[in-house]
């Protein structure tokens, strides 16, 4: 790095960026405030730089666009012709957990209005579906966060074949119960338990480095591309 640049190897590693660590105008991110603090796209960039992954389960967005959650999953899994494990798997949760739910595919919808009713009801903080919900007018009408692939009108049967609190294997991801996910309107990503604490202090440093690049545009009037320097 020179003249104060921040390069491009810098920008893929936050961790050599020029950021000052005793800057006190970034409030520090925590478990508490995470939610207020970062994006899913954050998190993402934090696990990329830590262990060159993203966590993004892809394709998963929230029904209603200004519903964002972060908290501890529950899993369960299911055909998606099987939307008797989803109810279920609500009773298997603490309060305040989010539901995480895969399903066979997106074909058949797994997750209704009063699949979403009863989770509110009991005391999860969401639900979040690899595979398809319905009722979205229902579900926006509770204002209780659902994220899901796709919706879909049909559903299956409440056949409760599928399993609870298992080992969920989503592409290049393996999730289990007690896993932290946070997500917004851009996406879902899930940090392993044991990452956690590495994840919050990289978080720390992106956030830390974002105001120093918005503060050397802002105030001193540089462009973005001299800033970067490529």
Not at 37 to 43: E, G, I
Not at 144 to 149: D, G, K, L, R, V
């Amino acid at each position: 790095m020179s003249n104060g640049k921040i390069t491009p190897k810098s920008v893929l590693n936050f961790n050599k960026s020029p950021v000052d660590e005793k800057d006190e105008t970034v409030p520090e991110v925590t478990l508490e405030n995470i939610l207020e603090k970062v994006s899913s796209d954050n998190v993402s960039d934090a696990l990329k730089n830590l262990y060159s992954y993203s966590g993004l389960l892809k394709g998963v967005k929230p029904i209603n666009s200004k519903h964002k959650i972060a908290g501890f999953v529950r899993t369960a899994e299911t055909s998606s012709k099987d939307w008797g494990t989803g109810i279920k798997a609500i009773y298997t949760c603490e309060n305040d957990e989010i539901l995480l739910i895969k399903c066979s595919d997106n074909d058949y919808a797994i997750w209704g209005g009063i699949a979403t009713c009863a989770a509110k009801e009991f005391g999860l903080q969401a639900t979040v579906i690899i595979g398809s919900s319905r009722d979205t007018e229902d579900i926006l009408d509770l204002d209780f966060p659902i994220f899901s692939q796709s919706i879909q009108s049909r559903a299956g049967l409440p056949l409760n074949n599928g399993t609870l609190e298992g080992t969920l294997l989503v592409g290049d991801l393996v999730i289990k119960t007690g896993d932290f996910l946070i997500g917004d309107i851009d996406g879902v990503v899930v940090v392993p338990q044991d990452k956690l604490d590495e994840v919050l202090e990289e978080l720390n440093r992106i956030k830390k480095f974002e105001s120093t690049v918005v503060k050397r545009l802002v105030d001193d009037h540089q462009r973005m591309d001299d800033i970067i320097g490529f």
